[in-house]
Structures are given as structure tokens and as C-alpha cells.
């Protein structure tokens, strides 16, 4: 039996957020109204439907509320339609699926062990129980393999194609996928498959300028709203079709969720507005700089770096070629020293997931808290004699110096 409340349970989660240092790509630290909007009274309102077609009364500062988001999500993205109900960015490419895609009609989408995501065909996912999955990879570099991809768009004639990843430190140009179908559409009687980019992890970079934008060339773009983005856990659709728009908002509601989350959708609302700004613009190059200088410094310490560096907001560092430890070696000991990182496949990893060869690292959590290119280069500098000891078994004892150097670099940017 677990003897703490929740509430003591909560503090004891804020103390750890607060004293380690959040490496993990995919996480961040919104803002406070973000989080006054998802503690707030709007989650005790049933709202089934969307504005101005509910299945409830009362409904009308719900409406103002939702109609509030969907404008100012399709300000920030430049979007003509959007949804902001999908509770999960894996509930917003559930609905993509079932929108557009009958079962078992063949997608083709990026290799979760290349970096892609598990609704991106993975075997254990909806995706690739229900669908005909085609995967696609990146070359010996790391990046893309858009010869590979080309072929089997011709070779498997997909229904749809998926663009965008949860572990790839390279900028993505849209234009170029939107190129090829095209020109596969003129040699298939004009039949294009949906093009839909999943833009989850830089959907903050896009936001803020520093990453070209798919929404001229995606039918369909889904994101989540926690990562770069800097809001609310939870999802969105976009899309500049209304024909496609409302087969997208059929299948959110009533095709797979239930009553929306208002309260979620007013932090994530506050999120878009926030994102809006030129402080917001300001945090979304300093990410990048962060990332750059980060990898920068690993490689030149004659660390392996997937993909030679990064253009965005991370990197996935090979610590079993670097270090001679796996990734989930790294995770476990760099955890015991206040870092947190998640272990990570590298392209064709011998190693099997549970293990994994690297770890991802990125930098939007600290750069929310105020981190700058010095910082990270002294981080790494910690991390890098901190494997080696690991790999050398010299790290228990060493270990109370290492913390004392993490907890003084987090103090120094206080
Ligand atoms: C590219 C991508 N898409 C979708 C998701 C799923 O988001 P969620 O965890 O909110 O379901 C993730 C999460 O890591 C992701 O990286």
C-alpha cells in the first residue's frame, strides 16, 4: 500500500522536476496559466459534440472557449480547419486513420527503430494491427531515405503516407514528399495517396519560425500540444481541406472519443496564444542552438552522434559505440545523478528496444528554464566523464561529486 496522498505524492514529483535536469525530448514545462486552465472548473462540463452542435445545454462559454482555440491554433499554423479535441497526439492519428482509410488499406509511414512513431505502423498499435503497413527508413547517415521511399511508394501504391517522427534531429522539408506524390499521381491516373505529416515533436519550432511548415503541402497535419509546443498534454488536426476537415471531425467525435476535455482545450487555447509571440519565437531558436551546441560538444569529444548533429530540438547519442554501455545503462545511472534521458534505438540497432544503444536527448524543458549554449556544453562535458566512469564501474564511488556538479549547474542558471 502506498501510505502518501496524493497530494504529498505531487510535491514529491515537483521536488524531482525541480532538482533534475529534463533531457527528455518530448516533455516540458508550460507555463502557469496553461496549468491554472487544466486545473480549472471547465472539466466539470460535458460538452459531447462542437460548438454550436452539442448534445448538452450550458454549453455557451464552452463554445466560446473551443471556437477560441480552433482560432487562434489556425492563426498560429496559418490553417484554414483544425480539431482540438483529440485527448492524445495518438488519438489525433487514430482519427487521421479512420477518417480517411478504410481497414487494412496499405499507409506507409517511418520505422519506429529509424525513428518513427508507434501510430506509425508499429505492430503492437492499432496502426499496424488494422492497417497494411509499409515502412519506411533513414539511409546509413541517418537521414531519410527518400529513395527508399519513393520506390515503395511506387512498388505498394499506399493510401496514405506519413511524414514526421519522434526521434529524428533533422529539419524535414515537406515540399519535397508533397513533389513526389505528385509526380507518382501523374503516372497513376491523378489517384494521390493522403499525405499526413505528423509534426508532434517540432510543432514548437514550426510555431516559432525556425522549422519550415507542412501545412502547404499535408492534407492532414496532426500534433500533440506538450512537446516543443510548451502546452497541455493532448492533441490536434489540422488542415486547409474542409472536405477533409469534417470527415476528420466525424471521426474524433462520435468515431473514437467521447465528451471533449474543455479544460485541456483552454490551456491548449492559451498555449497557441502563447506560442504567438515574439518571446515564444525567441525560445524556439534558443532550442535549437541549445541542441546544436549540446551535440556539437559530444561529437567533439569523439562522441557518436545519430545523424552527424542535429537541426532541431535533439540528438540520439550512441553510448554503446561511444561509451561501451547500452542505452538503458546510460538512462538507469545518468538517473542516479539527477539527468533524466530515455534510452533509444539507433538505426539498425543490434541491440533489442529494452536495451538500445542510445539514449535521446533534447532541450526544450531547459531551455524553458532559462538555459543558454554554455550551460549545455558544461552538461556535457558532466555526462560524457560520467559514462566513461560508468563504462569504467568507477561511477558508484564518484558518483555524490557528480550530483554536486549537476545540483551546482542547475543552481548556476537559476
Ligand atoms: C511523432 C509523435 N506522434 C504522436 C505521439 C503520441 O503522442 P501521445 O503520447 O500524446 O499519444 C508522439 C509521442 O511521443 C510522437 O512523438
Redesign the pocket.
Known amino acids: 500500500m502506498i501510505k502518501e496522498s496524493y497530494e504529498e505524492i505531487i510535491e514529491l514529483e515537483k521536488q524531482r522536476q525541480n532538482h533534475n535536469i529534463e533531457l527528455i525530448a ?1 516533455e516540458n514545462f508550460p507555463s502557469q496559466r496553461v496549468l491554472n486552465a487544466c486545473g480549472s472548473i471547465l472539466t466539470n462540463k460535458y460538452a459531447e459534440g462542437y460548438p454550436g452542435k452539442r448534445y448538452y445545454g450550458g454549453c455557451e462559454f464552452i463554445d466560446m472557449i473551443e471556437t477560441k482555440a480552433i482560432e487562434d491554433l489556425c492563426t498560429l499554423f496559418d490553417c484554414n480547419f483544425a480539431n482540438v479535441q483529440p485527448h ?6 487514430q482519427a487521421v486513420y479512420k477518417a480517411l482509410l478504410n481497414t487494412g488499406d496499405t499507409v506507409m509511414g517511418m520505422d519506429l527503430g529509424a525513428g ?5 505502423g508499429h505492430k503492437m498499435s492499432f496502426s499496424g494491427q488494422d492497417y497494411n503497413i509499409v515502412s519506411y527508413g533513414v539511409d546509413d547517415n541517418g537521414i531519410i531515405d527518400v529513395k527508399d521511399f519513393k520506390e515503395k511508394l511506387y512498388l505498394y501504391n499506399p493510401k496514405m503516407v506519413i511524414i ?3 526521434s529524428y534531429s533533422r529539419s524535414i522539408d515537406y515540399k519535397v514528399f508533397r513533389d513526389i506524390i505528385e509526380e507518382y499521381s501523374e503516372t497513376h491516373n491523378g489517384n494521390k495517396p493522403y499525405y499526413m505529416v ?1 509534426m ?2 517540432v510543432a514548437g519550432l514550426i510555431a516559432g519560425g525556425v522549422h519550415p511548415s507542412p501545412i502547404p503541402y499535408a492534407d492532414v497535419v ?3 500540444t ?2 516543443t509546443l510548451r502546452g497541455p ?3 490536434i488536426i489540422l488542415s486547409n481541406s474542409e472536405e477533409i476537415i469534417k470527415k476528420i471531425n466525424k471521426a474524433v467525435f462520435p468515431g473514437i472519443q467521447g465528451g471533449p476535455l474543455e479544460h485541456i482545450i483552454a490551456a491548449k487555447g492559451i498555449c497557441f496564444e502563447e506560442a504567438n509571440t515574439i518571446e515564444f519565437k525567441e525560445y524556439a531558436k534558443q532550442i535549437v542552438k541549445n541542441a546544436k551546441a549540446f551535440s556539437d560538444e559530444f561529437i567533439l569529444e569523439g562522441a557518436k552522434v545519430i545523424s552527424g548533429g542535429t537541426d532541431n530540438h535533439m540528438f540520439v547519442l550512441d553510448v554503446y559505440n561511444s561509451f561501451g554501455i547500452t542505452g538503458k545503462e546510460a538512462e538507469t545511472e545518468l538517473d542516479k545523478i539527477h539527468i533524466t534521458v530515455n534510452k533509444n534505438q539507433i538505426p539498425n540497432d543490434p541491440l533489442p528496444p529494452l536495451k538500445s544503444s542510445g539514449v535521446r536527448i533534447g532541450t526544450p524543458a531547459m531551455t524553458t528554464k532559462g538555459w543558454k549554449e554554455e550551460d549545455f556544453i558544461k552538461l556535457a562535458k558532466i555526462i560524457i566523464e560520467y559514462l566513461k566512469d560508468c563504462k569504467n564501474s568507477k561511477q558508484e564511488e564518484k558518483r555524490e561529486e557528480y550530483i554536486s556538479k549537476v545540483i551546482d549547474l542547475i543552481e548556476s542558471v537559476k
Request: no cysteine; aromatic share 0%.
Open positions: 518530448s492524445s497526439g495518438s488519438s489525433a492519428n518513427g512513431h508507434l501510430t506509425h514526421g517522427a519522434s505528423d508532434a515533436h496532426t500534433s500533440t506538450h512537446k498534454r493532448g492533441g
